[in-house]
Each structure stands twice: as C-alpha cells, then as structure tokens.
C-alpha cells in the first residue's frame, strides 16, 4: 500500500473507482470519467468535480473566478466582528 490517497467508492460495490479523465468545462467546473476496479463489477460512470467554496484565497487570482468563502470561515470571520 502507497500513501493514503482520496479515493471514491463504487455506488454499487464500494470498490474504489479510478478516475480516467476530466474534462473542465469552466475553470471552477469539471466532468470526471469514473471507472469501477472491481472487474466483477464493471460499472462506468461520470462524476461532477465543481471548485465551490475558498478557503485560502489565491495570489494569482484570476480575474474571471469568483469564489465565496467558505460558509464556515464566514461565520468565523462574523463572529470575529462581533466580537
Ligand atoms: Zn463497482
């Protein structure tokens, strides 16, 4: 076994799918090929991969991207002001 590496289960036997390609429709948003390991198995599919929140704004921002904060880090920051 190599390091731990995100993986994604199989919808249908849990075995973890290879990504075979991805094909980026805007810079935030991309359509991934998925493939099932599992030979007995066979199942193909595609999954959404969509870039939706930031959390460390970039110092390269380009120009066209517009990210919002995290909900999260917002209510930090909220609560910051608050207090
Ligand atoms: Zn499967």
């Known amino acids: 076994m ?3 590496k995100h ?3 199989c919808p249908h036997c849990g075995e973890n799918m290879g990504i075979r390609k ?3 429709l805007t810079p935030v948003y991309r359509v991934a090929t998925v493939e099932c390991r ?3 198995c066979g199942f193909r599919g595609t999954a959404d991969i ?3 929140n930031t959390l460390t704004p970039s110092d390269i921002p ?3 991207v517009n990210l919002p904060f995290s ?3 917002m209510q ?3 609560a910051q002001k608050a207090s």
């Open 22 to 24: 991805s094909q980026g």
């Open 2 to 4: 190599t390091a731990y």
């Open 7 to 9: 993986r994604i289960p």
């Open 62 to 64: 380009n120009p066209t």
């Open 38 to 40: 599992n030979d007995e």
């Open 76 to 78: 930090a920051l909220m």
């Open 71 to 73: 909900p999260r880090l």
């Open 50 to 52: 969509e870039v939706t």
